[in-house]
């Protein structure tokens, strides 16, 4: 009699230690509870502001991962819902990505809006009245800041998204490093001095690249991302001539002229499709267009007109830039490898101060 109440007593006791696990468990289960993400996993390396100095320093680790392991599922389903309404948008939030990595790093200041004391970057010439999806990274920050506040920077959702932009449009998926934090400053100089620009001839771009540490290869291969979106008259008028009645050097007279149509009377103000044969899909299409003379952008067309090499077999820029972009033309599995590999080097570019210097912004659009 007495083993059985004993034993009753313990089973008793248990019962309590299992209800008050599960209790505890259910006050985060929306952060931690539910099956499926993006096609490839993510290693957060960012962390919690209370999980001490240096958190977040180096990018692809695991220290918030399991504090928050559906960041990767909100943002992969926001932005998949918003490229369904939009298709445009998965070129609008790679582009945010690469607007923010080239001024000071991968910080998440391009998203800043001017305030009293802060000029943000958003009114400089390449972002003006150009740069879109602000409002999806808001969307997405609010969910993840109801699920686990306080722990995934902006930054690492710009990162993330443009990654997820470019799987849901059909292109390659890769494992994103994160742990970035997000800056208390933006740079309006830096955003009109850094970032290339339409015009740009292949000299210049390498430079551009080169000044932020990347390669002409690294150069080429993320130019690849202009096989979706769209852009304005005004960045491609040299590409048609500037009174809309003189051919560029398109070898296509039709392409063109179906420009010509298209921006005339528009006051540059009309968009055209950056790739015309497959607008919305992720691929290889861009390079073939090159080769084709029908890239939109002069910036984009200067990387086939690069002059052809040298008998002695050596390369210059030029010669490598029109090299790779006629190895993506004929291998679009070797333009989604290397595209892959640039995203991740881009993606590491770190603020001057360094990544530990910055914060984990609960709006994106202003500091805390």
Known sequence: MEVALAMALVAFFLLLQLAAAAEATAVNKSCVAGAGGASVSIGYGGARASAGAGA??????????????????????????????????????????????????????????????LVGEKTAGPNANSLRGFEVIDAIKAQLELACPDTVSCADVLAIAARDSVVASGGPSWQ??????????????????????????????????????????????????????????????????????????????????????????????????????????????????????????PSDQALAAAPAGDDDGDQDAGTLVAGLVADYAFDAALFFDDFAASMLRMGRLAPAGGRAAGEVRRNCRVVN
């Not at 399991?66 to 992969?76: D, F, K, N, Y």
């Not at 389903?77 to 918003?82: G, Q, Y």
């Open 56 to 117: 977040g320093v180096s990018l692809g680790g695991d220290a918030y991962r399991s504090v928050c392991p559906l960041a990767e599922e909100i943002i992969r389903e926001a932005v998949e819902k918003a490229v369904a309404a939009d298709p445009r948008m998965a070129a609008s939030l790679l582009r945010l990505h690469f607007h923010d990595c080239f001024v000071n790093g991968c910080d998440g200041s391009v998203l800043l809006d001017d305030k009293p004391f």
């Open 176 to 297: 994103v490093e994160v742990g970035r934090k997000d800056s208390r400053t933006a740079s309006l100089q830096a955003a009109n001095s850094n970032l290339p620009a339409p015009t740009s001839g292949v000299a210049t771009l390498v430079q551009k690249f080169a000044n932020v540490g990347l390669s002409a290869k690294d150069m080429v291969a993320l130019s690849g991302a202009h096989t979706i979106g769209k852009a304005r008259c005004t960045t491609f008028s040299a590409r048609i001539g500037g009174g809309m009645g003189v051919a560029g050097t398109a070898k296509d007279a039709g392409f063109v002229q179906s420009l010509q149509q298209l921006c005339a009377g528009s006051a540059g103000s009309a968009l055209a499709h950056l790739d015309l044969a497959t607008p919305a899909t992720f691929d290889n299409q861009y390079y073939i267009n090159l080769l084709s003379g029908d890239g939109l952008l």
